[in-house]
């Protein structure tokens, strides 16, 4: 049998097959690594530069710095640039932990990374902790979420279309059943969730630092994930990242 389409119609067809096409060829990719879904898909927003063409929207520049290193082990041929390298760690890692300075998009990085794990791993339950929840959607974990939200709205086409429903302090993706969720310090907070995964933000200035680090560690030993980053400050997380800490308080 052979259809007699209108020109246009046939075209928009032919498209849509190819789109078809090249979706499920990135999916496979996006899958197995995070990398490529944030160089190719993920898009950042940089609230300084809203007045400015672009409206603040920047592609994540993972594949713009130009800083290889090829001698890095972290994967073969070595990293491309610094959030290669991160990128990388993070996935093959569990448990890390990131000092950072300011202005090098590490909160952006792990957000995505976060992003890209719910949307392909079904059945996370990924906790995004800050200091404090927020009064609004513009600070504390209210923010992480608003901006891990906004990764997911501003992908391109040739990215799969999956549906992310949000409310307060909550994504949920129902095509795999996974959720992120948005809470504030404390162990108390951290217990309310069965978690497979937990990005800490701006760990060195929490008053419960040590406590909620400490109820993370039975999801951590149940082959969960925790990312700790922040600026420097010393505090517990120095503990942390010089291994001085003693979880017996001896």
């Not at 849509?16 to 499920?24: G, Q, Y």
């Not at 899958?31 to 927003?45: I, K, M, R």
């Not at 701006?202 to 419960?208: K, L, Y």
Request: a positive charge.
């Amino acid at each position: 049998m052979r259809l007699d389409l209108p020109a246009d119609q046939e075209a928009k067809l032919r498209a849509s097959a190819r789109l078809r096409t090249v979706r499920a060829r990135n999916e496979e990719r996006y899958q197995s690594h995070p990398w490529p879904f944030l160089c190719e898909a993920v898009y950042t927003d940089d609230p300084f530069l809203h007045g400015d063409q672009g409206g603040g929207v920047h592609k994540f520049p993972g594949a713009a710095i130009r800083d290889r290193t090829p001698r890095c082990t972290c994967t073969l041929g070595g990293c491309d640039n610094y959030l290669h390298h991160i990128v990388n760690l993070w996935f093959s890692h569990r448990r890390t932990v990131w000092p950072k300075s300011r202005r090098v998009l590490a909160t952006w990085t792990f957000l995505a990374c976060h992003e890209w794990l719910a949307r392909y791993r079904p059945g996370q339950v990924i906790a995004l902790v800050s200091r404090k929840q927020g009064q609004n959607e513009n600070e504390g974990s209210a923010e992480l979420i608003k901006r891990t939200h906004f990764i997911s709205q501003h992908l391109p086409l040739e990215v799969q279309s999956r549906t992310v429903k949000k409310s307060w302090c909550r994504l949920y993706y129902p095509h795999n059943e996974s959720v992120i969720v948005g809470i504030a310090q404390g162990a108390r907070q951290l217990a309310q969730y069965a978690i497979t995964a937990a990005f800490f933000d701006e760990f060195s200035f929490w008053e419960e630092a040590g406590a909620t680090y400490s109820a993370s560690i039975p999801a951590l030993e149940g082959g969960g994930r925790l990312t700790i980053c922040s600026s420097a400050h010393p505090g517990f997380m120095k503990q942390i990242v010089f291994d001085e800490w003693n979880a017996g308080g001896g």
